[in-house]
């Protein structure tokens, strides 16, 4: 398996420089959900958790939907298929310069939220609640990554995102039903009970196997359509 690794670097810092300044007012927009958070009052909490899972959904969605869709309805893919790039490399291409574009804001914001938690009176155990929430955005944005690699239908890929997203409430109803999870999420203490631990590990695994498994797919291709 050869890699033409410069031109893949290229082709994920251009998606990189392209959405910087864009995701840069996300994570100024998740920094002011976290002040809100950080003032630990019940308004402020409900307000700051809300914008919160807002700016980091929609920085998933606008990350597939411009590096992706936009660029199909562009025909950016004739100029790409110009370059000395083979199939695997432009899939590897998309799929680094995607998690880039969204991981970064990603991760600024987790660790922003940890941080707030472990550093204000709000409980300590909410950090195993933040930990799961942004778990399932991570798992909804795999899903949506790999489906808006796969399937070119706009509509297909719009019901993939907004589908996968609007399920972040039911999974907070679900864990809430839980009291092995409800709990400990009280206490000033973080303590990681068994079905918590599952639950983040599956998220985990089936993010990577997804990324993974659309990876290969599209890299056993010998032409791009």
């Known amino acids: 398996m050869n890699l033409n690794r410069p031109v893949i670097r ?23 959900a976290l002040t809100l958070l950080g003032l630990a009052r019940p308004w402020a909490f409900y307000l700051g958790s809300l914008a919160l899972i807002v700016v980091v959904v929609a920085a998933a969605c606008f990350a597939i939907s411009n590096s992706l869709l936009v660029e199909r309805k562009e025909q950016t893919l004739a100029f790409v298929m110009s370059l000395p790039v083979s199939p695997l490399d432009f899939t590897i291409s998309k799929l680094l310069g995607n998690l880039l574009t969204f991981g970064v804001p990603f991760c600024v914001l987790l660790l922003g939220t940890l941080v707030v938690i472990l550093s204000t009176p709000l409980p300590d155990g909410l950090v195993i609640l933040a930990t799961l929430l942004f778990g399932h955005i991570l798992l909804a944005y795999s899903v949506s990554l790999a489906v808006a690699m796969q399937v070119e239908s706009e509509g297909w890929n719009t019901f993939a995102m907004i589908g996968s997203m609007v ?58 359509y």
């Open 167 to 224: 399920l972040v409430n039911p999974f907070l109803m679900a864990l809430g039903q839980i009291e092995s999870i409800q709990g400990p999420i009280r206490q000033d203490a973080i303590a990681w009970s068994l079905p918590a631990a599952l639950i983040l590990g599956a998220q985990l695994l089936v993010s990577v196997v997804v990324l993974v498994h659309t990876a290969w797919w599209h890299g056993r291709k010998a032409a791009f």
């Open 10 to 32: 290229l082709l994920i810092l251009k998606d990189w420089q392209l959405f910087e300044k864009q995701l840069a007012a996300y994570v100024l927009a998740g920094l002011g």
